[in-house]
């Protein structure tokens, strides 16, 4: 693998962003800037052969600064929402950003997506730091995150994710990318076909909050037990934004999710150690958004968003995202392509 680094624009301080060009031996190519982490274009061959970019988002820097949807994005310091935009730690109580109504989503105003990382590369690797001052965004202690990512040999995109902190702080870190395995901008994706290794899911309230409760996706809209297409069930779910129980987790790399478009012939796996995958539909794309393959409209991809469960924090029930001072945060998440 080789990276080439290019000028991708100025920050509205004046700082340039760079755009880092990863290119494998069997042809994939993986586009990321340092602004927010983000993956801008990522190549990978149809049927036939053909590369082309499975990802939405947009060919300058400019819009990534502006509002968009977290397209490709790192998120941190907790992915997902925490409701009320508050949790209560060791005796002490955090109030967040509301930035979702009335609850905390993706970090905040000012998450992981909208900071500027160091870079640094080597042949095989694109490097990625961040460190996020005590009370960012209202999160207790500094955090030190580095996110590297890399093409391997068998077709992948991977993404490793390292995180330590000086105090007692929640973590949950992921990649938001959008994919349409025909391109972005060529349609909806309800054709898909898409199975997740989830039996089980957290039932939400109207805020897309976790009750608490965990319910089998058996008799529901969210049952990707087997195969079936994006569409099949999507306005019985109201469209799909629900985090599934992955039967993954730990150090060991599982596959938790597998998606085949019949008409490119592409065909994604995702690979995670995490224990859920939140899935979504691009519910609130609304055509208004031009980008890469023109305007990006509703259902016009989908998101694996490899993490922990929503909300956590509040949840003792649920696995913990707490880091403890002295202990590393791993997690590791790989989208790897092939043809039917």
Request: proline residues 6%.
């Amino acid at each position: 693998m080789n990276i080439l680094r290019t000028d991708f624009g100025k920050m509205p301080d004046g700082r340039v962003a760079h755009l880092y060009t990863l290119t494998s031996a069997n042809g994939l190519m993986a586009k990321i800037t340092n602004y927010g982490g983000i993956v801008t274009e990522l190549h990978v061959p149809d049927r036939d052969g053909h590369c082309g970019n499975v990802v939405l988002g947009f060919d300058s820097l400019k819009p990534y600064v502006a509002e968009h949807p977290y397209f490709g994005a790192i998120i941190g310091r907790v992915a997902n929402r925490i409701g009320g935009a508050a949790f209560e730690l060791e005796g002490k109580n955090y109030q967040l950003a509301a930035n979702d109504k009335s609850n905390t989503l993706h970090g905040g105003k000012v998450g992981f997506n909208r900071v500027v990382w160091d870079a640094q590369m080597d042949s095989s690797t694109l490097r990625l730091r961040y460190h996020s001052p005590d009370g960012e965004e209202g999160f207790p202690g500094a955090l030190d995150v580095t996110v590297c990512y890399m093409l391997t040999d068998d077709n992948a995109l991977r993404i490793e994710y390292q995180a330590a902190s000086d105090h007692l702080t929640p973590v949950n870190l992921t990649n938001h990318s959008y994919f349409n395995l025909r391109g972005p901008g060529s349609g909806d994706v309800l054709q898909t076909q898409l199975q997740i290794a989830a039996e089980y899911y957290t039932p939400v309230n109207e805020a897309l909050i976790p009750t608490g409760h965990v319910a089998p996706v058996a008799g529901t809209p969210l049952d990707f037990t087997n195969p079936k297409a994006i569409g099949r069930d999507l306005a019985a779910a109201g469209g799909y934004d629900h985090n599934l129980i992955l039967r993954t987790g730990g150090d060991e790399l599982l596959c938790g999710a597998r998606a085949k478009e019949p008409q490119s012939g592409r065909v994604m796996e995702m690979w995670t150690t995490e224990p859920a995958v939140q899935l979504y539909t691009g519910n609130f794309l609304d055509g208004s958004l031009r980008g890469l393959g023109g305007s990006y409209h509703k259902y016009g991809a989908f998101c694996l968003e490899a993490q922990h469960y929503p909300d956590s924090v509040n949840r003792p029930n649920f696995p913990s995202t707490l880091l403890v001072p002295g202990q590393t945060y791993r997690q590791t998440t790989l989208y790897r392509f092939s043809t039917l």
